[in-house]
């Protein structure tokens, strides 16, 4: 924590935007999707024409009362949906239908793990609404795409919780994580499925909150943390020098590391909201309720503390494993086949990180699946093949998108556990390096690992090592 | 100036209508008039009445979730006073 | 006897005849001036249905793919529209033929016809007085015999009062009974589209096909009436000395003293919030208007100035340009009642008061199968100086609004002639009692016959 937090208190609280997976925008059948030519998916509803009419996405809804549910909010008895009144060249109407009164969900909770352990932090509001176009200043012109306009946003608000860039940064991760296991939202800042806005005041302590500044154009949780922080630093030197707060709206420069006032900032908007009069409230059944509930997941932090637990994981395998779905989906999967837990955590978090990486993939999009893991695991444990020679087969598995048991048999790469067979392995090793045997028979013991990896050179890595160990031993008189 | 002129002038500016001299006293003049009867308004007894929202409480209406594709929506653009190369043109924002 | 709808068919399938009836057209609106554009090549349609061949003028804020959408303003004044909206498709599905868009008062906001930026329309009756608003175009158009259906849209009287100027029949369905979707928006939770014709069957069975449920359109209603317990009852609205022009009053007691001979009982009732209706339409209808009209800023369709430095100078400009002083009123009231501190009083009280009057009606059903009011105080006034001024003509608006506050069925019914000019009365039913409004008016037909004016188009002439 910096200088200023000995001095003074922090109040951070988000306002984030997500992108809902659906086929189709919020009030019209227009393809929601990323990277088509600019305006082809529109029509006269998102394109703000005269006489055309919302009609809200069955979709939408039901993802924003998973949220709701998720972040353990209470849910809408009744939902409806108001006009923002405001101008701006990307808004197609020139009012973006959003909710007010009657959100989907109102007072929740998430809780997430910070430095100092894990905090809820509280939910103000979940609520709908639409995206507007996007804009690209190009010298004398700015060019619009109405693509994006009328995209389902899905909005959280919490409340003055967070303390610094850190615990904010966390928090964004934890939220992430949580959208991405709910499959409600891809949760990416840099691709535009997700977006932060910050509000900030910094006050002496037990005076509660002090001048709010809004933060934008943070466009990943690593430049909210420096954003905050820095903004941070900066209003404490402000107050210390004696100085007081603007209530403003400030742009994180990431070109600068530092945050400036926004340029020719608007007069202060009034929204005038209103119920919106095109659409109906909206009053979810025991049917609907139900369908939530079967979406809702074990969520992230959740289902950390239970693999845990039940599997004796250590703290860096849990938050490895629980990071993404597929992930732990996987493990869970391989474990309850019958291989052990912690064996496949090791691998996972190893050898088939380092082939995804190497990939530039995602374990769900590679060859490898929960059975090929649990065969693999299985040639290993039943003697078939060494350690060694598994991470070889794991490495065909992503190159070759065969099965384990396929490639040990095609490579010829069984283990030889037959004594018979290793017997004279270790023969031909001993008389080609007698002088060393000798030594380690007269007490020189440290040598003997040198001549079980000579077995190993011998034997192109196949001896198996147990059985080999024996059979050396004996040969050697120990 | 009359002072009900400047609160005009705010909602005119909310409203993006830029009004030349003589609107802004003419319009203003006529909005009075209007307002003064919305106050009338006040008179009524409509305590522990609920507003009226929405014409009629209807049944939940929701679209189902998929995509179909406006036919030939070369025609936004061609009806954009300003438009090139698949965008639409407006004087730089910034 | 060949129905309206025969003849109409037959003339428009026969492509001398149909040349004939165009020119005859633009001859007779060449000093109407219903039309704001024509387009009489529609003429060969594939479709055949219960309205196989049937010209109908289309007001200019509802939508038709392919023809101008302007709402009378300069501000759209160039703008095709893409689409159709849903009552117009459910029209040509059944053999219609839109043949025109009709003017209007800019955006609907009007009582006279007078405030399109883009026309000039003239009561077919009397040229030197107006056809009424906002619907005038399509008023006039069917009175003047140049087509026998043409649609409006009502929001606080729209469609009634002109029906009512021009002497034909008008409906304001009940609302949300009708697809919104192509009706270009002025007051979201208070208008429908309406239609108008001089042949009640005509006006019911254009009713009925576009009535119904449209996946485009949530707000959307269906429903039923149930039957009448009441005898038939007619509540009548009580009215002060003055309130109504002479002939007007006298229409009303006509009108009243005919309900009561054909057997319905007649009930005089009072409204108690007769006084804040005008106030509360018009704080809501400027208010979703001035939302409504935000969309219209001169940068993906319609008018935009020559030039402007930046995007925010570019929107004031165009909406400078392109509204007329009654919509930069309307949108400017609307704007002020919805402020920041300013809400509650006005925009939240009116909600409420339009709840406070919808209970009153409740009540008034309770005893009465249908509600008869005069449509408006005076019958079509003068054009220009020399007619009714913009309060007023606002203020007039009582009778009309009411149903639009309500969300109720109402039907203008043309009641004859005085000076020269039509009268027109309206019978108000619960929602959904469309049938009970078309049944009465058939009642009525015989008491008051259909008046032609002078210089009306004559199919028949062109046979």
């Keep these: ?478 | 100036m009359v002072p009900s002129q400047d609160e005009w002038s705010l909602t005119a500016e909310l409203a993006r209508l830029e009004l030349d001299e003589g609107e802004a006293v003419r319009l203003a003049s006529e909005a009075e008039r209007m307002k003064e009867l919305f106050l009338t308004m006040s008179q009524a007894n409509v305590e522990g009445l609920e507003p009226t929202t929405h014409a009629f409480a209807g049944d939940n209406r929701v679209r189902p979730d998929s995509a179909v594709s406006f036919d030939n929506t070369d025609r936004f653009l061609d009806a954009a006073p300003e438009a090139e190369d698949e965008f639409i043109l407006i004087p730089n924002v910034l | 006897m060949q129905s309206t709808a025969e003849l109409w068919s037959a003339l428009t399938a026969d492509s001398e005849k149909f040349a004939q009836y165009v020119q005859a057209l633009r001859d007779i609106d060449g000093r109407v001036g219903s039309f704001l554009s024509f387009s009489p090549q529609v003429v060969s349609s594939q479709k055949t249905g219960s309205l196989s061949g049937i010209p109908v003028g289309v007001k200019d804020n509802i939508a038709v793919e392919g023809q101008p959408l302007t709402c009378g303003s300069r501000i759209l004044e160039n703008l095709i529209s893409p689409y159709s909206a849903t009552a117009i498709q459910r029209l040509v599905a059944e053999g219609a033929l839109m043949v025109g868009k009709t003017n209007l008062d800019e955006f609907g906001m009007g009582s006279s016809c007078e405030n399109s930026a883009l026309g000039n329309t003239s009561n077919p009756w009397n040229l030197d007085y107006v056809a009424g608003g906002s619907s005038g175009g399509s008023a006039a158009a069917v009175a003047a015999g140049l087509v026998p259906l043409a649609l409006g849209s009502d929001t606080g009287g729209s469609v009634r009062q002109p029906a009512s100027f021009c002497g034909v029949y008008g409906l304001k369905p009940t609302y949300g009974s009708i697809s919104r979707s192509g009706l270009t928006a002025y007051a979201s939770s208070l208008e429908v589209i309406g239609p108008m014709a001089r042949d009640l069957q005509l006006l019911k069975e254009s009713f009925r096909v576009m009535a119904g449920l449209d996946s485009m359109d949530q707000s959307g209603t269906a429903g039923s009436c149930s039957s009448d317990q009441t005898n038939g009852t007619i509540a009548v609205l009580e009215l002060d000395e003055g309130v109504l022009d002479a002939p007007v009053a006298e229409a009303y007691r006509q009108a009243i003293d005919a309900l009561e001979a054909l057997g319905h009982p007649i009930k005089r009732v009072s409204l108690q919030s007769l006084n804040l209706i005008v106030p509360a339409y018009y704080t809501i209808a400027t208010a979703e208007a001035s939302a409504n009209l935000a969309r219209f800023n001169g940068i993906r369709y319609g008018m935009a100035p020559t030039f402007a430095e930046n995007p925010a100078e570019l929107m004031r400009k165009a909406r400078h340009e392109g509204f007329g002083d009654e919509v930069k009123l309307r949108i400017l009231l609307g704007t002020y009642v919805l402020r920041s501190g300013f809400q509650d009083q006005y925009y939240g009280q009116a909600q409420k008061v339009r709840t406070l009057i919808r209970q009153e009606l409740a009540a008034i059903y309770q005893d009465a199968s249908a509600i008869l009011m005069p449509v408006f105080p005076t019958q079509a006034f003068k054009k220009g100086e020399g007619g009714m001024d913009e309060y007023r003509q606002k203020t007039a608006d009582v009778f009309t609004c009411l149903a639009n506050l309500a969300g109720l069925p109402a039907l203008a019914i043309p009641t004859g002639l005085s000076g020269g000019l039509p009268l027109g009365m309206q019978l108000m039913a619960p929602a959904f009692g469309e049938e009970r409004l078309f049944a009465l008016a058939k009642e009525l037909e015989k008491t008051f016959p259909l008046e032609t004016p002078e210089g009306a188009l004559d199919i028949g002439s062109l046979q």
Aim: proline share 5%; with cysteine.
């Design chain 1, 1 to 478: 924590m910096s200088r200023a937090h000995e001095k003074y208190d922090v109040f951070i609280g988000l306002e984030i935007h997500i992108h809902l997976k659906t086929e189709s925008k919020m009030f019209c059948s227009c393809p929601a999707r990323y990277g088509d030519d600019p305006n082809v998916n529109v029509c006269p509803v998102c394109m703000g024409y005269p006489g055309a009419l919302p009609a809200v996405n069955e979709r939408a809804m039901e993802l924003g009362y998973l949220v709701a549910r998720a972040l353990g909010c209470q849910t809408a008895k009744t939902t409806s949906f108001a006009r923002k009144n405001y101008f701006y060249p990307d808004m197609p109407k020139n009012y973006q239908i959003s909710q007010f009164a009657e959100p989907v969900g109102l007072n929740g909770m998430m809780e997430a793990g910070f430095d100092d352990g894990i905090r809820g932090i509280r939910i103000h509001d979940v609520h709908l609404e639409e995206d507007a176009g996007k804009m690209i200043h190009a010298g004398d012109v700015t060019l619009l795409d109405y693509n994006r306009a009328g995209y389902p946003l899905l909005e959280i608000v919490t409340e003055p919780d967070l303390r610094s860039g850190e615990e904010t940064e966390a928090f964004l991760r934890s939220f992430q994580r949580l959208v991405r296991y709910l499959g409600v939202s891809d949760g990416n800042m840099d691709e535009g499925s997700m977006k932060c806005d910050a509000n900030i005041s910094i006050n002496l302590p037990g005076k509660g909150l002090g001048t709010k500044v809004e933060l934008k154009n943070m466009n990943s949780p690593r430049f909210v943390r420096l954003a905050l922080n820095h903004e941070i630093e900066r209003q404490a030197k402000v107050l210390d020098g004696g100085g007081s707060l603007v209530q403003e709206t400030r742009l994180w420069n990431e070109n600068r590391d530092i945050t400036e006032t926004m340029r020719r900032k608007e007069a202060a908007d009034d929204y005038r909201y209103f119920p919106e009069p095109d659409i109906p409230p909206f009053r979810p059944d025991e049917a609907f309720m139900a369908g939530v509930e079967t979406s809702l997941v074990e969520l992230p932090l959740a289902r950390k503390n239970r693999m845990a637990q039940e599997y004796h994981l250590t703290p860096e395998q849990a938050d490895f494993l629980h990071d993404e779905k597929s992930t732990a989906d996987f493990f869970e999967e391989t474990v309850q086949a019958g291989a052990d837990a912690r064996t496949v955590a090791a691998w996972l978090s190893s050898d088939v990180r380092k082939l995804c990486n190497r990939e530039q993939i995602s374990l769900a999009q590679s060859p490898l699946t929960s059975a090929r893991m649990g065969s693999l695991l299985n040639l290993i444990s039943s003697g078939k093949i060494s350690g060694k020679i598994a991470k070889k087969v794991l490495d065909m598995v992503f190159t070759e998108n065969a099965d384990p048991e396929a490639i040990v048999k095609k490579q010829g790469w069984t283990q030889i556990s037959d004594p018979a067979e290793l017997q004279t392995i270790v023969d031909a090793v001993l008389h080609e390096h007698s002088a060393v045997a000798d030594a380690v028979r007269d007490g020189d013991v440290r040598q003997r690992g040198w001549l079980m990896g000579q077995i190993m050179r011998a034997s192109d890595g196949q001896a198996a090592p147990n059985v080999a160990n024996q059979v050396l031993d004996k040969a050697l008189g120990l």
